[in-house]
Every structure is written in C-alpha cells, then in structure tokens.
C-alpha cells in the first residue's frame, strides 16, 4: 500500500533509502541542505520540498539519515512542534547514548521516535535479505513496518531506543573480527595467479556456517554463566591455537590474532576453566572479568 514518507539528508544512504521508498511506489518527499541532491530523485517521481519544515509536514512519517547526531538535533529541534504526532525514524550513525537522548527528546515533543542502524551499503537497501535493526516506539514500528520493508528486512529489537545502536556496534566488531580472520587465512594460505585466494574463500563460507552452529550452542550458555566443555574444551582449543601460532610464524604472517586468542584463552585456563566451552571467554572479556573469576558460574 502505498504510503507518504519524507526522507530527510540526501547523502549516498539517505539517497538510496529514498529511491528504495520510490521503487516501492511510497509518495516519498525529500529535503537536502545542499541544493541539487534531489534531482535524480524528482526525476523518478519524489516531491522536493524547499525547507526542513515544508518536508517534515508532507509526511506522518520521517526518516532522517544525516551526517552526524548533532546535525539531527540542529534541524528538528526547531521543528519540534511540526513533528508533534508523527514519527521519526532516525537512521544517522550514532553511540547508544545519543540514540537514548533523541529518544527522550522525542517523549518531551510528542513524537513517536525509532532509533535504526542499517546494516548494509548503499547498493544493499532494498534488498530483503539485507538488515534493518530498529528500536524505541513499539506502537510506531507497528504502524510503518509494512513501510519500513521497501528499505529492507525490518528487525525489531523492543522498546529500548539504545538497542539498535548497541546492537550495530556490536555487530560491526563481529564484522571486523572475521573479516580480519579471514585476511589472516588468506595470508597464511597465500595468494596468486591460480585463486588460492578464492579457493581458500570458497571453504571459509562454508566454515562460517559451522561458527554460526557454535555461536548457537554458546548463547545459551552465556545466558546462565555455565559454559560445560563437552563440544571442545578451552584446554582443546588451547592446544589448537598453539598450531595456529606456529604456522603464522614460520609464514612470517604478522597479524597479532593468534597471539590475542592465545592470551585469552590461556588466561581463561589459568583462572582454571580449563575444562570450559569457548563461551566462557564472554566472562574473560566482560567488564572485570579476570579469567571469568567475577561471572555467574
């Protein structure tokens, strides 16, 4: 059903998520500081509108997508009583705290407030296998979720407005984690004119179906601090790891990530989890946690 939507900062994302809106036939309004950003997007049937205000009144629901938290505030806080009784869906990078004090912002204006992370590219929105996370107003995701879907696969992590930025953040590490797993494999595995690059890839993506498997088997065990070794001990993975420091050194493979899963699970094995799953490392790496010493189990 096609619904009215105004997006508001017409950058590479803020551009995508309004032609993604637009290809989903939404009658998508669009506003920009900077003069001509809008003109592909009108070409394809958006309405541009000459102000923030003239935007922001087009449409029950306003998705910004700006630079900075600090460019959000610098054009809705004037806006606050236009924004009365619609919702915002602030899809800007931001930290957890700065996505809970828009929120706040929010309840003292009367507007429904979404904090989102995008977890793709530009290229990527619209795309239904690709992630949005959102979080804040539950009544608001239930009204524009159907909206929500031209930009990709909406998740809804609950009413707490921090979760989305928390979970983004969260998530970019894992990201970061493997893809530098991964440039460390290829590495060790070495590269050249005959794919071994690609070769080594195409087992990696199978073997990431597996680490998804243990990721599985290890949540539950991180949510009640018993980490039973009856997969893989860390005194296993300790041995293992050892073969993994070696092959890089003699490879002259330089990255530093053995050594550091090497450190922590020894630390974990000399508070004496020894005979613990990996998942105990959630206590090692929690805030305090010496070993695992100040867990639950």
């Known amino acids: ?117 995008i977890m793709t590219t530009p290229p990527g929105v619209g795309d239904p296998d690709r992630m949005l996370l959102y979080s804040g107003s539950p009544d608001a995701f239930a009204d524009h979720r159907a909206t929500l879907a031209a930009l990709g696969d909406p998740v809804d992590l609950g009413a707490d407005a921090t979760l989305a930025s928390l979970y983004d953040t969260a998530l970019l590490g894992l990201m970061w984690s493997a893809l530098t797993g991964w440039a460390h494999g290829v590495a060790l595995i070495g590269t050249g004119g005959e794919g071994r690059a690609a070769a080594f890839t195409e087992v990696a993506n199978r073997w990431l179906g597996a680490i998804g498997f243990f990721m599985n088997t290890y949540a539950p065990q991180a949510d009640t601090g018993r980490y039973p070794g009856d997969d893989a001990t860390l005194d296993v993975h300790l041995a293992a790891i050892d073969h993994l420091v070696h092959a890089s050194e003699a490879r002259g493979v330089a990255s530093g990530l053995p050594e550091i899963f090497k450190g922590l699970a020894r630390r974990a094995v000399d508070a004496g989890h020894g005979g613990d799953s990996w998942g105990r490392l959630v206590e090692l790496v929690r805030e305090g946690g010496e070993g695992g010493e100040g867990g639950r189990a």
Request: hydrophobic share 45%; aromatic share 4%.
């Open 1 to 117: 059903m096609s619904t009215k939507v105004t997006v508001l900062g017409l950058g590479s994302m803020g551009a995508a998520l309004a032609g993604a809106f637009l290809a989903a036939s939404h009658r998508t309004t669009v506003w920009n500081r900077t003069a001509g950003k809008a003109d592909a997007l009108v070409g394809k049937g958006a309405a541009e509108a000459p102000t923030a205000a003239g935007a922001v009144t087009a449409s029950p629901l306003v998705v910004v997508c700006l630079a900075t938290y600090d460019s959000v505030h610098e054009v809705l806080d004037p806006l606050a009583d236009d924004l009365a009784g619609r919702t915002v869906v602030n899809l800007t990078s931001g930290s957890p705290e700065q996505a809970g004090e828009a929120a706040a912002r929010a309840e003292k204006h009367g507007f429904r407030y979404l904090d989102g992370a």
